[in-house]
């Protein structure tokens, strides 16, 4: 049986990700400090082959045993939380990525990083290709998570070229579903959770900035894809199905038959203007797109809400 460890397992994405892979026959190990994460995304694992290891994994990484796979996840991922906590978000995509890296070459398994479409900042082309280096403040509020993702793909690709370990780097778009948190901070987990209470969904800015949503199960699928290819260079994964804040916030009231009514609040900072992911790479190399249409998986997301907040 194939052995895989995941990172910040008890995470939105991570969670999802042991569940691909347990459906698939692997034995996963689980690795969380839970800073951000939640056991209770991981309890419906029980019984299952899975074995959850607490640990931070920006101090030294020991997993006895065999491992074929290293998906390293593990990472503030919200703003909310990544302003909150902006030294460990450093330290996880350096130190943590270092770590991982080294257990990947001292067990021969392949690495895939989970990198994200911050690495293009407030992007000047749109939409966006694998081959645009970006436009990031580094010293900007947002820099912490932009730069600790941009750094750790470079480690990666540095064990890659000099270590010749197996690597692959995932440059994940906007992912919404299941098991996101309610104060989550991002727009979907904001939007739903204030529409159900009939609160005034807060927008930043007049709400033009663009954003393109995929959900979890299709972007699972996608990774798995991409750590069973053959390509180190990175890879978008993403819905190229782009649409406006405001749209999706008018879109959600409606779904939700709320008497919410939409409120402005100011633009933070560096804020991308636009989000939108060119997968022609995916396409190519994977074979991969997206299949869920946004009313199916928003309306996957709602239930999960409504339960959440005893609704």
């Known amino acids: 049986m194939p052995r895989a460890l995941v990172t910040g397992a008890a995470g939105f994405l991570g969670s999802h990700l042991s569940d691909y892979l347990l459906d698939r026959g692997y034995s996963v190990v689980g690795m969380d400090n839970l800073l951000t994460g939640d056991l209770a995304n991981i309890q419906h694992l029980t019984g299952r082959d899975f074995v959850f290891v607490k640990h931070d994994v920006t101090n030294y990484i020991n997993l006895p045993g065999p491992v074929d796979l290293i998906f390293h ?11 909150r906590v902006p030294i460990q978000t450093l330290k996880v995509g350096s130190l943590g990525t270092h770590n991982a890296l080294g257990l990947a070459k001292a067990k021969n398994a392949r690495f895939l990083i989970a990198s994200t ?42 064990y890659h070229r000099f270590h010749g370990v197996q690597t692959r780097i995932v440059r994940i778009f906007n992912t919404y579903g299941t098991r996101m948190r309610i104060e989550d901070g991002r727009a979907i987990p904001a939007f739903l ?57 008018e879109h959600i009231i409606a779904l939700t038959g709320s008497k919410s009514r939409i409120v402005s609040r100011p633009l933070p900072v560096d804020d991308p203007r636009v989000r939108q992911p060119d997968i022609t790479r995916a396409r190519t190399l994977l074979g991969w797109e997206p299949k869920v249409q946004l009313a199916e998986g928003l309306a996957r997301t709602l239930d999960y809400f409504r339960a959440k907040l005893g609704l």
């Not at 290709?129 to 941009?150: I, L, M």
């Not at 009939?198 to 930043?204: A, C, L, P, S, Y």
């Not at 990774?223 to 999706?248: H, K």
């Open 193 to 249: 959770s204030q529409a159900l209470r009939n609160e005034d969904v807060t927008v930043f800015g007049d709400g033009s900035q663009t954003r393109s949503l995929c959900y979890v199960s299709d972007l699972v699928d996608g990774i798995y894809r991409l750590m069973m290819s053959d390509t180190p260079d990175p890879v978008n994964i993403g819905n190229p199905s782009e649409l406006t804040i405001r749209q999706l916030a």
């Open 117 to 158: 479409s911050e690495v293009y900042g407030d992007p000047l082309v749109h939409p966006q290709r694998e081959d645009y280096w970006g436009n990031v403040n580094p010293v900007g509020p947002r820099g912490v998570y932009d730069e600790a993702k941009r750094f750790s793909e470079a480690m990666t690709m540095a």
């Open 73 to 83: 996840f593990a990472s503030p991922a919200s703003p909310i939380d990544y302003l």
